[in-house]
T-cell receptor, first 111, second 114 residues
Framework: DAKTTQPTSMDCAEGRAANLPCNHSTISGNEYVYWYRQIHSQGPQYIIH???NNETNEMASLIITEDRKSSTLILPHATLRDTAVYYC????????????FGTGTRLTIIP | SAVISQKPSRDICQRGTSLTIQCQVDSQVTMMFWYRQQPGQSLTLIAT?????????ESGFVIDKFPISRPNLTFSTLTVSNMSPEDSSIYLCSVDQRVTDTQYFGPGTRLTVL
């Protein structure tokens, strides 16, 4: 079973920041938080991951709470192409572990 | 990031037949994974394929139905055997890139069984 809880769906206006929450209250000390997105039945696209510090790359920012029980993915300036299902996944460090996908959040960017 | 290709991208097959899906990576990787995504559903792991050893199957998936080959560090195949309409899904391979501790996915193979 997935170890994360996400809202089923969200809307965001084009050009605004999209903030996608994720709860992972049972996360272990050796588990990272990963975010992927899937655009209309394409292969999932890696976005970002982090352990406990906030992370930022060219796609998004990841904010992890101090107790690591929840996190937020931020798309700073959402575009129509960001419409997708976003998956928050926890996975043990050192990889070689499967990704367990939950149902994700369906994000719709509104023109 | 790793670049992954899959063949075929889609296929329509008759029940009772088998289809072999190929996954090619542009770099050597230790672990490759095969996932299934049924219509309207999330991804479910079928098996993990390590080069030089038997694939490890998840609960609910068996080797006779989904045989996997992993002949080298850049290639793997998944066969969907004796297909039924319930096998209609998107099949995706992914690879684990140790340097970035990240999994990357191929574009998927959309299978329709009539």
């Amino acid at each position: 079973d997935a170890k994360t809880t996400q809202p089923t769906s969200m809307d965001c206006a084009e050009g605004r920041a999209a903030n996608l929450p994720c709860n992972h209250s049972t996360i272990s000390g050796n588990e990272y938080v990963y975010w992927y997105r899937q655009i209309h039945s394409q292969g999932p696209q890696y976005i970002i991951h982090g352990l406990k510090n906030n992370e930022t790359n060219e796609m998004a920012s990841l904010i992890i709470t101090e107790d690591r029980k929840s996190s937020t993915l931020i798309l700073p300036h959402a575009t129509l192409r960001d419409t997708a299902v976003y998956y928050c996944i926890v996975r043990a460090y050192f990889g070689n572990e499967k990704l367990t996908f939950g149902t994700g959040t369906r994000l719709t960017i509104i023109p | 990031s790793a670049v992954i290709s899959q063949k075929p991208s889609r296929d329509i097959c008759q029940r009772g037949t088998s289809l072999t899906i190929q996954c090619q990576v542009d770099s050597q990787v230790t672990m490759m994974f095969w996932y299934r995504q049924q219509p309207g559903q999330s991804l479910t792991l079928i098996a993990t394929a390590n080069q030089g050893s038997e694939a490890t199957y998840e609960s609910g998936f068996v080797i006779d139905k989904f045989p996997i080959s992993r002949p080298n560090l850049t290639f793997s195949t998944l066969t969907v055997s004796n297909m039924s309409p319930e096998d209609s899904s998107i099949y995706l391979c992914s690879v684990d890139q140790r340097v970035t501790d990240t999994q990357y996915f191929g574009p998927g193979t959309r299978l329709t069984v009539l």
